[in-house]
């Protein structure tokens, strides 16, 4: 089974200084790991993924994120944070294997103030 | 390319009535994915289309029912409505390669049952 937890369920920043969204993950193979955010009354929009490859993944907005594979961890970073990237974010795991669907983590609310 | 398309954006249905949600994928997309958004419950997969084929399914009761059709749209249908199944339905769209692409995702339909 796969599973995912983002243990912060808001996180409080000034616009200008760096953000960090956490994540852990568990998997039984191999992770495919995903960063989604989420506007009021919208859908999850893309932000980045991990495959395969360098444990950087820089992706949308300045957003990028580092793999951890002794730490099984997927954390959401941005050097300098903008009020409008205050929204939902979500991480996600899928294992390699056969099975294809994505594992939410429960969200964190990110709030950067002005 | 057009993105994926969700209809209709808003319903409200009576208790015991059946519903009927639409997703058309991005062009060229054979996997169709459908997800249930509650503040309660998060984010939780529905089941997942292939190719006219349902190749997983999550943990929700026979009420719960989809088809994909041979030009990838999917339907997802709820009979016998209950009040908890008054959420956001999300379809995600891939092209399901050999490695994963982002999941991209529709804007989703606010399903209230009263």
């Known amino acids: 089974a796969q599973s995912v937890a983002q243990p912060e369920d808001q996180v409080n920043v000034a616009e200008g200084n760096p953000l960090t969204v956490k994540c852990t993950y568990s998997v039984s193979g191999n992770p495919y790991l995903f960063w989604y955010v989420q506007y009021p009354n919208r859908g999850l929009q893309f932000l980045l993924k991990?495959?395969?490859?360098?444990?950087l993944v820089k992706g949308s907005y300045g957003f990028e994120a580092e793999f951890n594979k002794s730490q099984t961890s997927f954390h959401l970073k941005k050097p300098s944070a903008l009020v409008s990237d205050s929204a939902l974010y979500f991480c996600?795991?899928?294992?390699?294997?056969?099975?294809?669907?994505?594992?939410f983590g429960s969200g964190t609310q990110l709030t950067v103030l002005p | 390319k057009a993105g994926v398309t969700q209809t209709p954006r808003y319903l409200i249905k009576t208790r015991g009535q059946q519903v009927t949600l639409s997703c058309s994928p991005i062009s060229g997309h054979r996997s169709v994915s459908w997800y249930q958004q509650t503040p309660g419950q998060g984010l939780q997969f529905l089941f997942e289309?292939?190719?006219?084929?349902?190749?997983n399914k999550g943990n929700f009761p026979g009420r719960f029912s989809g088809r994909q059709f041979s030009n990838s749209r999917s339907e997802m249908n709820v009979s016998t409505l209950e009040l908890g199944d008054s959420a956001l339905y999300l379809c995600?769209?891939?092209?399901?390669?050999?490695?994963?692409?982002?999941?991209?995702f529709g804007s989703g339909t606010r399903l209230t049952v009263v």
């Open positions: 289309y292939f190719s006219e084929t349902q190749r």
């Open positions: 995600a769209s891939s092209d399901q390669g050999i490695l994963p692409d982002g999941y991209t």
């Open positions: 996600a795991v899928r294992d390699s294997g056969s099975a294809r669907q994505l594992t």
């Open positions: 991990y495959i395969t490859g360098d444990n």
